[in-house]
């Protein structure tokens, strides 16, 4: 009995093995191709980077579903649009593998945020090749013909090459690949692309309502958004911050007034706002309002071990940002993205420069962002927001104030709450994510980090908390691709590394 065992045993580990060496070929095979046919796969890249793609812009969205999905008909891939009314389409296709025990979901969102041309290098949707990083001295590049040699340091500017279509492009030259070397997938595939991330997601809670039934076999869900480690390590994410925000308009006369006759008389509305901002946050970083950080969830141990591992990269992202300090004493970043935040993102009341008058302007408004973690939920962060504003003497509207609301404040802010959604985070524990860890490091060729939570936000509550299902992110953009700003680019090694990643991922051997 016990040598049959042995032998069942070492029948297991060379099955095991064997599929390990498949995946490593699968890799091998998906690079071999790349550097063959790299030129195309840029080319077709900058193709699909020149469609625009803002979420509100409804013709330009369902062209680029389109776009999408006839990119993957041609690889035999079963492709649907899935509508729900007043929505962009969600980009559905799905690969059955015979055999297969497991079911993978491939979350991707193919829309941009929106874009300012004038503060581009370029057209942001007429996609530019450079050398290198533009601020570093990168020089424009034409579009290399096939039988260019391609640097992998060059970068490939336009918006959304960063965030979120480059790993649309790896599946199509892994699939290509795979074709080309008839190499087989040993997981079901469900591609699951979003046409509104960067609105908020506001009707994804539908659609998964509605088709519920085409993802209820996934048994797993890979994101690709976001970054890799600042270190340029390849890195596992588990989770990721929610987000909400709000605007204030505070308000001084009902009507500009000149600054001379009426300067050190009429309040000021750009003042008040900044003592109301002022009051929220102390100088270190540490917000002022009560109850801010009193629902964070506490890190477990796994959690703390990950955070605890990571490389210390704040003096080098302090040096590249041009900053002295970071917040809170220079506390390490990874710490600080597992906290909520509160930040200003934008600031309007009169001119500046050439346009800038001598006059007292009647509203100044702040526009306010707050990233969630974990036991955060989003409209109870507002009404704490909301009552550090009352205890700052303001009475609160909803709609700019009539004349008798006026006389009777001498405080008043006009409050528009946004949406969003809380954070989410699965556990670092799941056997399926140790097989998801072990396929980032055999595509990197590195050691991978496991990092509990990104900065940003993705509505991964809907997967994790309505669906029940797990969810695990692999970035691939760099660091410093320009994320929703603008000259938002891609470094080639990046879409390299996107495409050994996918192929890796395609081909896991089951689980241990």
């Known amino acids: 009995m016990k040598s049959v065992s042995l032998l069942l045993a070492c029948i297991l580990y060379s099955s095991i093995t064997s599929l390990s060496i498949a995946q490593h070929n699968a890799v091998d095979a998906a690079q071999a191709y790349r550097e063959a046919n790299g030129p195309k796969i840029i080319r077709d890249f900058a193709t699909l980077l020149s469609l625009p793609n803002v979420a509100s812009d409804s013709a330009g969205i369902h062209k680029n579903a389109e776009y999408i999905s006839d990119q993957y008909r041609m690889r035999n891939i079963q492709m649907e649009l899935l509508k729900v009314p007043g929505a962009p389409p969600i980009i559905y296709g799905r690969i059955d593998v015979p055999g297969a025990t497991r079911t993978l979901g491939i979350y991707v969102h193919y829309d941009g945020q929106p874009v300012d041309p004038s503060r581009w290098t370029h057209p942001p949707f007429e996609p530019v090749l450079y050398s290198a990083p533009i601020p570093a001295g990168g020089n424009p590049l034409e579009m290399p013909a096939d039988a260019d040699r391609i640097d992998p340091e060059w970068r490939l500017y336009g918006r959304s090459a960063g965030d979120d279509k480059a790993p649309i492009v790896a599946h199509l030259a892994v699939l290509d690949a795979f074709a080309a070397s008839n190499i087989p997938l040993t997981s079901n595939i469900v591609f699951f692309f979003d046409g509104e991330e960067e609105a908020g997601s506001p009707r994804l809670g539908d659609y998964i309502e509605t088709f519920k039934h085409k993802i209820d076999d996934i048994d797993l869900w890979i994101f690709s958004d976001g970054p890799v480690h600042q270190s340029r390590k390849p890195q ?121 008058r001598n006059v007292i302007p009647s509203t100044a408004t702040a526009s306010l962002g707050i990233r969630l973690v974990k036991g955060n939920d989003p409209e109870h962060m507002k009404d704490l927001v909301e009552q550090h504003i009352r205890d700052q003497g303001y009475h609160i509207v909803r709609e700019d ?109 089951p689980e241990d």
Do not use: C
């Open 236 to 356: 596992l994410v588990f989770g990721v911050r929610g987000v909400t925000g709000m605007e204030l308009t505070v308000y001084g006369a009902n009507r500009s007034l000149h600054s001379g006759h009426y300067g050190n008389w009429s309040p000021v509305p750009g003042t008040l706002l900044a003592n109301l901002l002022a009051s929220m946050k102390d100088a270190t970083g540490k917000v002022l309002i009560e109850g801010f950080y009193d629902t964070v969830e506490p890190l477990g141990d796994e959690e703390r071990e990950a955070l605890a591992a990571l490389p210390d990269v704040d003096p080098f992202l302090r040096e590249s940002f041009g900053l002295v300090q970071s917040e809170e004493g220079n506390a390490p970043i990874g710490e600080r993205l597992l906290m909520p935040s509160l930040t200003v993102r934008g600031l309007s009341s009169g001119n500046v420069g050439e346009l800038a």
């Open 401 to 509: 104030p009539d004349l008798n609301t006026r006389l009777r404040y001498a405080r008043i802010v006009k409050i528009t709450r946004g949406g969003g959604y809380p954070a989410a985070r699965t556990d670092m524990n799941l056997p399926l994510a140790q097989q998801i860890f072990k396929a980032v490091q055999v595509a990197s060729g590195d050691q991978a980090l496991r990092v509990p939570s990104l900065g940003g936000s993705l509505p991964l509550y809907l997967f994790t908390d309505i669906l029940q299902k797990p969810v695990v992110i692999v970035p691939i953009a760099n660091h410093d691709n320009n994320q929703h700003a603008p000259d938002e680019n891609l470094r080639l090694a990046n879409l390299w590394y996107g495409i050994d990643l996918y192929a890796a991922l395609f081909t896991m051997p």
